[in-house]
């Protein structure tokens, strides 16, 4: 077979019709092609030789082109409306590849789909997957409409697939977010994603509402990379445990620093391997983690219930209840634990509240609808929560008007009842950020902003994600993968959702690196006066300054330690 040369030759087996002066002039939306055999922008590839048939019906008059050279006495076609037959042939010629393109008249869009000269085509078996994404994309992706001009090839696999079209987008800024890596690199991720179901995680557990599921997890909710400068050492400083866990069990905590995972010396060049099994093991096992002091911990990863809620606890001072509420993600399987958090801070009558979301990079809308209702409390009765814009056809069905989404005043559907006995009724709080405050924890805050109920924010600026998903089973009956897509912009109820390169602190205080000299400092235990975004927050609350964890830092001349760049590991979600 000669591939050098190619060309295609395109007969169409319809009635041939001439298009007169009268054709009609409207622009309808869409491109009046229904029941096609392709989907737009899909890939074909043919051997030389080898003919592929299209069928689809159109609204009206119709022209085929095509991109290729080769296609020179029939390189516009024409047909009537109604049901129409391609057939294309693929010929020897210098061209590799040619895009062909369907438009009907008086219509604002096209159709087309690309022939590829190459080997017989072979079927992926992410194929199938592929095409119910594709099909979803087409109708709820906020950039929809650009995504149907894209070039697809659904014999990727399924992950391959969403990443290499999205990415190949240019309007869709809002879903490719930028990041600077630790050597000042910029790249770029996607919050779309798609995951397939490990079906032996599937919870047997049964109650209303979302239930729990279950995960692979030491107990790590977040680590921190720490190189010597000195020496090609790193430690893992543990930020976060979740109650309960493996970790938690053993007796690691905050602060404490991993120097050897199984017996072996993490260093510059195995770091990110160890971090990437820590924080997000695949599989059931074992593992020994031995801290700086030389203590060894054994540690388990097996399936396992992670519960977010990392601590609650009132505190009082001063004259003052501070209720203090670690929280690391929107986790609506977990929202009676979070209520309960809420119900002990109304018993204890708080005056304050600390909510700390430093580690939280969102989740389910309805959670952050929880806490942001029972925060506001009563002034929270028949006020907005939050507004949707969505695609341009799905605004187009609504009348151009944003869907409202209200406090949960009335009435909590998960929970299957009031959240009155979780209403604080309070009027400003203190909420701690960091650069991977996301999403749901922004959604929050704005919520509350919206409805006038002042945000304090002490620490880093946010990450900076206004857009939200609404997921899919694929396929819809014994579903084998989760498509999670951007599908919305979230705003306030003052119509506010500009919040993309994030929110900045009123108090900028860096929990790495409190001497402001470059370098690592020790973390500190939550709730406590050493532990610097808490103690900033309680200052402001009492009035009264705290002795920060400044004077109790080691000296930098010491260690000369420096936090390294985080992967981002975990998804970040807007989730309704």
């Known amino acids: 077979m000669n591939l050098r040369n190619f060309s295609i030759t395109l007969w ?38 080898e003919t592929h048939v299209v069928t689809f019906t159109a609204s009206d008059s119709w022209t085929a082109t095509t991109t290729s050279s080769a296609l020179t006495a029939l390189s516009v076609q024409s047909g009537i409306k109604g049901e129409n037959r391609i057939s294309i042939t693929a010929q020897n010629s210098s061209t590799q590849e040619a895009t062909i393109t369907i438009r009907v008249n008086g219509y604002s869009l096209s159709s087309r789909f690309v022939i590829k000269l190459g080997t017989a085509a072979t079927t992926s078996s992410d194929t199938g997957i592929n095409k119910l994404m594709d099909e979803y994309l087409k109708e709820y992706y906020l950039w929809n409409k ?63 509402g979302i239930a729990k599921k279950k995960s692979y997890s030491y107990g790590f909710a977040k680590l921190l990379p720490v190189v010597s400068g000195s020496s090609n050492d790193v430690s893992f ?29 993490i260093s ?10 820590l924080i997000l093991p695949t599989s059931a096992s074992t593992s020994q983690l031995t801290n700086s002091e030389g203590t060894i911990y054994t540690v388990s990863s097996a399936p396992t219930y992670t519960n977010p809620v990392i601590l609650s606890k009132v505190i009082e001072t001063d004259g003052k209840k501070i209720g203090y509420l670690v929280y690391s993600e929107f986790d609506a399987g977990f929202d009676q634990e979070l209520f309960d958090a809420f119900k ?42 939050a507004q949707y814009r969505y695609n341009d056809d799905r605004m187009k069905a609504l009348g151009g008007n944003y869907e409202a989404d209200y406090f949960d005043y009335n009435g909590y559907s998960n929970l299957g009842g009031s959240l009155s006995a979780g209403f604080l009724n309070l009027t400003k709080i203190y909420c701690l950020t960091g650069g991977s405050t996301a999403s749901s924890s922004e959604l929050v805050i704005n919520a509350l ?47 506010f959702g500009d919040f993309g390169n994030g ?48 004077s109790t830092t080691r000296s930098s001349a010491s260690g000369h330690e420096k936090a390294l760049s985080q992967p981002i590991l975990k998804r970040i979600g807007m989730i309704k």
């Open 449 to 495: 902003r919206g409805i006038d109920v002042e945000v304090v924010l002490i620490g880093q600026t946010t990450l900076g994600k206004n857009v939200g998903m609404e997921g899919v089973d694929l396929p819809k009956q014994n579903p084998t993968h989760e498509l999670y897509p951007i599908t919305f912009q979230s705003y306030n109820a003052k119509k």
């Open 503 to 550: 929110f900045s602190p009123q108090y900028k205080v860096d929990e790495f690196d409190q001497n402001g000299d470059g370098y690592f400092d020790n973390l500190f235990d939550f709730c406590t006066d050493e532990e610097p975004l808490y103690a900033k927050a309680k200052s402001l609350i009492t009035g009264k300054s705290v002795k920060t964890s400044a």
């Open 344 to 385: 002990s801070f109304k018993d204890a009558e708080i005056t304050d509240l600390i909510l700390d979301l430093r580690y939280n990079s969102g989740g389910h809308v309805m959670s952050a609808n929880l806490i942001s209702t029972c925060i506001a409390g009563n002034a929270a009765k028949d006020k907005i929560f």
């Open 146 to 208: 650009d995504y149907q001009l894209t070039t697809r090839d659904f014999s990727q696999a399924y992950d391959d697939f969403l990443e290499n079209t999205l990415m190949s987008m240019t309007t869709n800024t809002l879903d490719k977010k930028a990041y600077i890596d630790g050597n000042g690199n910029t790249f770029y991720s996607l919050f779309s994603y798609i995951e397939k179901i490990d079906q032996s995680l599937k919870t047997s557990q049964i109650r209303s």
């Open 237 to 265: 400083y543990v930020q976060a445990v979740y109650p309960e866990s493996s970790a938690s069990t053993a007796g690691l905590k905050r602060s404490m620093a991993i120097t050897h995972v199984g017996g072996v010396k």
């Open 268 to 277: 510059r060049s195995n770091w990110s391997t160890y971090y990437y099994d």
């Open 12 to 49: 169409i087996l319809t009635t041939v019709f001439v298009l007169s002066c009268s054709e009609k002039e409207e622009n309808f939306d869409g491109n009046g092609i229904t029941q096609s055999s392709w989907s737009n922008g899909e890939v074909f590839t043919l051997s030389a030789g």
